[in-house]
């Protein structure tokens, strides 16, 4: 039979289980009541430590260990301790309120050891990095190369505009040709990605692609590598990124959060790069085919794996 256990503010119970939060397996939080028993932590706690100390506990069911192993560090000297000899004669020891733990977030644990100096240059970078920066985001540091920035030297181009057709649609004439002509009558040049994202090379090409443009066609109509990475690099870039998918009742993706416009038709497909866009055409210029002509071509594209509806 085991030991009573001490209450201990680091003890969790869920759905009958208990767990101790300072465990340093993330994936075996379980307590072992033997093993928690003989913790030392609840004195400590009930003795008063400092709210600077970081507490870190092996709880689990080890062969040949009765006592957790504890592990202690100063969040004030980012330093790890052997013990509390040195934290109770620290000057800088301030009392922990009770339950101080379980009010402070990790964000908050971790803004309140970062020296305040330090904290007011991140932000202020921030600030001027993103915010009131003029000049587009590029990458900080190449992927391939390692590099502080893009050997290629991507630079932006007011007009273009990048598009990712689904992968089935890639080798179809039909749907970058209707693309690309409703681009050119808005003044703008639409650049197609148009292979599969298999090797680096690949990879590299699309990130310089995605660099060089302020807007971005992404159609999440299919689960596509190529698809997914430009939508991703591209908010994380600050990019304008108009998502499109095919109307079909169980789509493969669905972005949560994220506005994406749906189409059924090559008509359809125009009026929401149109409104997407902001794209004004001149007087008289046709719109795209009948509401019911599908964006993918011919009879023998769409037998040899193109969805009835572009999704």
């Not at 033997?34 to 030392?40: K, V």
């Not at 609840?42 to 260990?65: F, Q």
Request: charged residues 25%; negative net charge.
């Amino acid at each position: 039979m085991s030991e009573n256990l001490s209450p201990c503010t680091y003890r969790r119970v869920w759905r009958g289980q208990t767990f101790c939060s300072r465990a340093t397996d993330e994936f075996d939080q379980q307590v072992w009541p033997e093993i928690c028993a003989r913790c030392p932590v609840p004195a400590w706690l009930a003795e008063g430590i400092c709210r600077h100390l970081d507490i870190g506990t092996e709880v689990g069911k080890m062969p040949g260990k009765e006592s957790p192993r504890i592990f202690t560090s100063c969040r004030f000297f980012h330093e790890q301790l052997d013990g509390l000899e040195r934290c109770r004669k620290c000057p800088h020891f301030a009392q922990r309120e009770e339950q101080e733990e379980e009010e402070q977030t990790a964000v908050e644990r971790l803004a309140e050891s970062i020296p305040t100096t330090l904290l007011e240059e991140a932000v202020q970078e921030t600030l001027e990095r993103h915010i009131r920066s003029r000049s587009p985001r590029m990458m900080v540091r190449c992927f391939r190369a390692g590099v502080g920035r893009c050997l290629r030297g991507p630079k932006r181009m007011a007009r273009w505009v990048l598009v990712v057709p689904p992968a089935s649609l890639r080798t179809v004439d039909g749907y970058q040709a209707l693309v690309a002509g409703l681009l050119k009558e808005g003044e703008l040049e639409g650049y197609f990605f148009l292979g599969p994202l298999k090797d680096v090379d690949s990879l590299c090409d699309l990130c310089f692609s995605i660099q060089q443009s302020p807007r971005l066609v992404v159609d999440l109509s299919e689960w596509d590598a190529a698809a997914l990475f430009t939508l991703a690099l591209g908010m994380a870039l600050g990019r304008e990124v108009l998502l499109l998918r095919g109307r079909d009742p169980t789509p493969p993706f669905v972005p949560q959060g994220l506005p994406i416009q749906e189409y059924g038709s090559g008509e359809e497909l125009v009026m929401v790069l149109t409104q997407g866009l902001e794209i004004r055409l001149p007087k008289g210029v046709q719109k795209g085919g009948s509401p019911d002509e599908p964006v993918w071509g011919d009879k023998e594209t769409k037998e040899r794996g193109g969805p009835e509806t572009g999704g």
